[in-house]
């Protein structure tokens, strides 16, 4: 996420939009980034964390064709506006799901080497957004993400897997 919200208004100005077609997508961004956070207890309440984790996935996986399917107003728009959506639940259930998996006593150390670890991810991806869009590409800005999605996605699937394999032993 962090790389391609860096990178989009590098990738704009490259494409000669202006500055108030820029300000709008990003503010679309922080909007998608923000606005779930609202709603996302009561999605994880109903659906269930990991629910909402692949839904995350999915919209970032969505952002990305969005993203490399043109260079458009409404392509950085939507990519950027989705990518927000798939990263504020991706995080708020993933912080969810951290906490159901630790014991009362390691609750606070896990999610303190979770935040480090984040920070660290984020942090490398601003200082690479640049690097990725001059030498390589928008459209390989967008890619990176993919594979990323696609792994929380289909480690998603083997939990949910996982977890109904146990639930019937359990029977």
């Known amino acids: ?18 500055f108030g077609n820029t300000t709008s997508v990003l503010e679309s961004h922080v909007f998608g980034m923000f606005a779930p956070g609202f709603i996302a207890g009561a999605l994880i309440a109903r659906f269930g964390v990991l629910n909402v ?35 504020s639940l991706l995080f708020i259930a993933g912080t969810s799901l951290l906490t159901e998996c630790c014991r009362p006593g ?3 150390k896990a999610q303190g080497l979770n935040d480090f670890l984040i920070f660290v991810s984020l942090t490398s991806a601003s200082l690479s957004a640049g690097f990725v869009l001059e030498f390589l590409s928008w459209n390989a800005v967008a890619l990176v993400t993919l594979p990323m999605a696609v792994l929380i996605g289909l480690s998603t699937l083997w939990l949910m897997a996982k977890r109904r394999r146990e639930a019937q032993l359990a029977l």
């Open 106 to 108: 390691e609750q606070a």
């Open 53 to 87: 984790i692949s839904l995350g996935a999915l919209l970032i996986c969505i952002s990305v064709a969005f993203a490399v399917t043109g260079i458009e107003f409404w392509n950085f728009l939507l990519a950027i506006f989705l990518v927000g959506v798939g990263w």
């Open 1 to 18: 996420m962090q790389l391609v919200m860096v990178a989009t208004p590098l990738a704009m100005a490259a494409n000669d939009f202006n």
